[in-house]
């Protein structure tokens, strides 16, 4: 490996916090195609991804603690001079509750801890007096209110002016929340309490800990996706290790790490043993149905489960670790990087990728339990990418499709804040830190907290739920070090490895597969064994020669009803992209009438718009609110009407059962990705949310956020707009080819006496049996093809 390139690279990707600061500050995020920064209420509203922003540089808050780990601590002094000076919470702004306690509030702690140190050496920082911790604190508050519901689960938005009851806080509608929303508090609110000394935050996380362990399903011990915030059941049963349940268990294994308190790895182990029994299926993780865990509710995996790797680490449970981060480092191999969700067969499910770390982060963890130098070479992997594939000249854009390679004017914070860490530290020597790495926690975010906040006062202990009684393994209470795990055995990973090294199909030698013996009892079922195979579905294709063997083979065997057969099996391989019908929504009301067609994408679920023989029409209204997330405040305006609904928030199943109810005929779903369009991104199917689907009836349509504007505006400026769904390919007005088959035949003409007998080929046009317009188009003449008759209309 050339350390030299790696370096250049590392480089390339360094320079983004200088680029953050010369084009968005004091914005909240960087946009690197536009090379601005975007201010929310400014930009195109982007649904759930904006509650992220709240006007309080976030992108330079989540990334403070990093500028220390690079040692880039000129700029950590100014930064945090920039935050202390122009920061301010106080903002009439609705955000999301998880993300501004990960990414803010994680991220002040953080930056306090690494001040605290730099001052304590007297060389720098020796103005600070504490202002990033102030700061937390009053943010913490503001954020407190989310708790104020029956169950002590957390509302999933605040608004960070007026909280959630006030009329003018334009939340606290929601009813539901994300098992990671209420469970990923503990580590940020806990840090809080103990370096602020008010214990109301940890009280108030870990209360929202003690519901979600409450509530987990006794059975099996897992837990949801989504639960009801105000009575604690369960909106979403499927259960899994990705998007939605993830950091929930990582903050149990790491207030244990943080806090010492031993209740928090009792449930870990318990979930643990749960995941590994029922979730995990190396290298697979698969989600399953919490009452039910021996069944899979989906067959594909999203990007987010690349952190559990890393969190197996940290509990010592090495070779599933190796097995899954092995698969998804295959799968970077064929897509560039990991998609948003990808199926077991490993091709996307959804292209995006949004540059996350999970994968790196795992990556990083690894390394430093095996020393396998591996793992660097895959770091390199990771950098070169990036440069190659997300690199614009005003940072790294996130990647709207992997299968096209198109960009997204997006840089979320958790790049700088996360990827750049785990990068540095994987190439980096502890000598070359400016901190003891070993002795600080990293929370998702990877904000870096002292673990040694266990012994400065006691954890608050309000909660008397014992886990259930299981039994302990190797790994229950320990961090084991590489040498337990590898005693001079430097070869152990790679031997895992090598199992899964041609998991996706790329650089295994195609060799033909060989012509195998098969034994069939088929005893006194009457069937012969080709007949008997088909009849499961097994299609053969028999060699004459392997006949021949099979039958003198079968006239040696003794034993009655056993065939032995040699037999080739082709196995076709199914399409790299599964096929999806296109739709498109047609405006046929004045001035439209027709002329006006939007490509759109089909649902696995509601109404089968190719079955409908002329589609559905209907006018079209806006749902309130727009998202369809919540009750539907305009319901008597859609009913009879197709809603249009924006996506985010909550799943397009959720969306279509409320609009249904509400009386809509038909629903028409908007993209929230800024930029997208069919025309550069491939068209998909809506999924639903792991429960059934069949009370879905109604037809559901998907439209890219260009083609979403021009129906918007349509709305907008006419009010009145009707609208039909139907296949591309039954669109209104399109003019059909005429479909003729062409038949030639030989035919030997009559000739004279003395002529020579010749043979003459006769080129004969028929009207396809399909089509049912237009009149016969028969002609048997030698030298001339009849043409289609005029349409009489068309006639001058």
């Given at each position: 490996m050339c350390l030299l390139l790696i370096c250049y690279h590392l480089r390339c990707i360094l320079s983004s916090p200088v680029l953050f600061q010369d084009y968005a500050y004091p914005a909240d995020e960087l946009m690197p195609l536009s090379c601005r920064g975007r201010v929310r209420g400014l930009e195109p509203n982007r649904g759930d991804i904006d509650d992220s922003l709240g006007k309080f540089s976030l992108t330079l808050i989540d990334s403070l603690d990093t500028l220390v780990l690079l040692n880039k601590l000129d700029e950590f002094e100014e930064a945090v001079k920039k935050t202390v000076q122009d920061v301010r919470f106080d903002n009439d702004i609705v955000v999301s509750v998880f993300e501004t306690n990960i990414r803010v509030l994680g991220g002040l702690l953080g930056a306090h801890v690494m001040a605290d140190v730099l001052k304590q050496r007297g060389e720098r920082m020796q103005w600070y007096r504490d202002e990033l911790l102030h700061m937390a604190k009053e943010l913490g508050y503001r954020l407190l209110p989310a708790f104020n519901t029956t169950s002590g689960l957390p509302y999933p938005r605040v608004n960070l002016r007026y909280g959630v009851v006030n009329p003018l806080s334009r939340t606290g509608t929601e009813s539901d929340t994300c098992t990671a929303c209420a469970g990923t508090m503990i580590l940020e609110f806990a840090a809080l309490s103990q370096l602020s000394g008010d214990p109301i935050f940890e009280e108030h996380a870990r209360k929202a800990m003690d519901v979600l362990w409450e509530k987990r399903q006794r059975g099996s011990d897992l837990v949801g996706t989504v639960i009801n915030i105000h009575n604690g059941d369960w909106v979403r049963r499927d259960s899994g290790v990705g998007a939605g349940i993830d950091s929930y268990y990582e903050y149990l294994m790491k207030a244990y790490i943080l806090l010492g308190d031993k209740v928090y790895l009792d449930r870990f182990n318990t979930h643990y043993s749960a995941i590994m029994k029922y979730i995990s299926q190396p290298p697979l993780l698969l989600n399953v149905h919490m009452h039910n865990p021996t069944v899979?509710?989906?067959?594909?995996?999203?990007?987010?489960?690349?952190?559990?790797?890393?969190?197996?680490?940290?509990?010592?449970?090495?070779?599933?670790?190796?097995?899954?981060?092995?698969?998804?480092?295959?799968?970077?191999?064929?897509?560039?990087?990991?998609?948003?969700?990808?199926?077991?067969?490993?091709?996307?499910?959804?292209?995006?990728h949004p540059l996350r770390p999970e994968f790196a982060e795992s990556t990083y963890f690894l390394y430093k339990a095996t020393g396998d130098p591996y793992y660097l070479k895959v770091g390199q992997s990771i950098v070169e990418k990036l440069n190659t594939h997300a690199r614009v000249p005003c940072g790294f854009a996130a990647v709207q499709d992997v299968r096209t390679g198109?960009?997204?004017?997006?840089?979320?914070?958790?790049?700088?804040?996360?990827m750049f860490k785990y990068l540095y530290l994987l190439f980096s020597e502890k000598s070359q830190l400016p901190i003891n790495i070993d002795d600080y926690i990293f929370t998702t975010e990877a904000h870096l907290l002292p673990v040694s906040l266990s012994t400065t006062q006691p954890s608050c202990h309000t909660n008397n739920t014992e886990p259930q009684a299981h039994e302990d393994d190797l790994f229950s209470y320990s961090c084991p070090s590489a040498q337990t795990l590898f005693p001079n055995n430097p070869t152990f990973a790679k031997t895992i490895r090598d199992s899964y090294k041609y998991l996706t199909g790329l650089g295994r030698t195609q060799q033909p597969s060989p012509v195998r013996g098969i034994e069939l009892p088929l005893h006194d079922t009457g069937l012969e064994p080709v007949e008997f195979l088909k009849s499961m579905g097994i299609s053969l294709t028999p060699l004459t020669e392997l006949v021949s063997a099979s039958l003198s083979s079968a006239s040696q065997d003794s034993q009655k009803g056993v065939f032995k057969l040699k037999l080739v099996a082709e196995v076709s391989q199914t399409p790299e992209h599964e096929e999806v019908v296109p739709l498109i929504v047609q405006l046929i009301s004045p001035p439209f009438l027709g002329r006006t067609v939007l490509t759109a994408g089909p649902a696995k679920f509601g109404m089968d718009l190719t079955k409908q023989e002329h589609g559905v029409k209907g006018s079209i209204v806006k749902s309130v609110p727009y998202t369809a997330c919540g009750p539907i405040e305009n319901a008597v305006e859609i009913t009879g009407h197709i809603a249009l609904a924006l996506r985010g928030d909550c799943m397009f199943a959720a969306k279509a059962r409320r609009l249904q109810e509400a009386g809509a005929t038909g629903v028409i779903f908007i993209d929230h990705r800024e930029g997208s369009s069919s025309a550069e991104t491939p068209l998909f199917q809506m999924v639903g949310d792991g429960e059934p689907t069949d009370d879905i009836t109604v037809p559901l349509v998907f439209l890219f956020s260009k083609e979403g504007a021009t129906l918007s505006a349509a709305l907008q400026e006419h009010h009145n707009v009707d609208v039909l769904l139907l296949p591309k390919e039954k669109q209104l007005g399109k003019e059909k080819p005429e479909k003729l088959n062409i038949k030639f035949r030989i035919a030997k003409e009559e000739f004279a006496e003395g002529e020579i007998e010749s043979t003459t080929i006769q080129l004969v046009l028929e009207q396809s049996e399909t089509d049912t317009e237009g009149a016969s188009l028969t002609g048997k003449n030698q030298d001339t093809c009849s043409s289609p008759q005029k349409d009489p209309e068309s006639s001058p």
């Open positions: 899979n509710v989906r067959s594909w995996m999203d990007s987010l489960l690349a952190f559990f790797p890393g969190l197996q680490v940290l509990r010592g449970d090495l070779k599933p670790a190796i097995e899954t981060h092995e698969m998804l480092y295959q799968v970077t191999k064929r897509h560039n990087f990991l998609p948003e969700a990808f199926t077991t067969e490993f091709r996307v499910h959804w292209g995006q198109t960009h997204e004017d997006r840089m979320d914070s958790f790049f700088l804040a996360e």
